[in-house]
Nanobody, 125 residues
Framework: QVQLVESGGGLVQTGGSLTLSCAAS????????MGWFRQAPGKEREFVVA????????YYADSVKGRATISRDNAKDTVYLQMNSLTPEDTAVYYC??????????????????WGQGTQVTVSS
């Protein structure tokens, strides 16, 4: 069993930055892929970014490439998502997830078996 708790969401102005954190507890964190997804009102949940267990591989959605950086600290069982140049289109509930995958499969929500409760990010225009 893995418990995931996101934090760091809030209200930010267009062009601003935000760093989200996801703290994990329970089953071994360091051996699992960690991902971030988001869901805007009235839209389906979408993939944002993922990082391999070692941190050596990362996968970014085109919508955030160049503006987002994912990292992890296995000693602290925590994964981070830093986002810059935020726009109102980034407004969503952001979820972290834990799973097992490699390559393009990490874009698929079905490969993640543990999810956090989400943290709201609102970007004002």
């Amino acid at each position: 069993q893995v418990q995931l708790v996101e934090s760091g969401g809030g209200l930010v102005q267009t062009g601003g930055s935000l760093t989200l954190s996801c703290a994990a507890s329970g089953r071994t964190f360091s051996s699992r892929v960690m991902g971030w997804f988001r869901q805007a009102p009235g839209k389906e949940r979408e993939f944002v970014v993922a990082i391999s267990w070692s941190g050596g591989s990362t996968y970014y959605a085109d919508s955030v490439k160049g503006r987002a950086t994912i990292s992890r600290d296995n000693a602290k069982d925590t994964v981070y998502l830093q986002m810059n140049s935020l726009t109102p289109e980034d407004t969503a509930v952001y979820y972290c997830a834990s799973g097992g995958c490699s390559g393009y499969r990490c874009w698929q929500s079905r490969v993640y078996d543990y999810w956090g409760q989400g943290t709201q990010v609102t970007v004002s225009s």
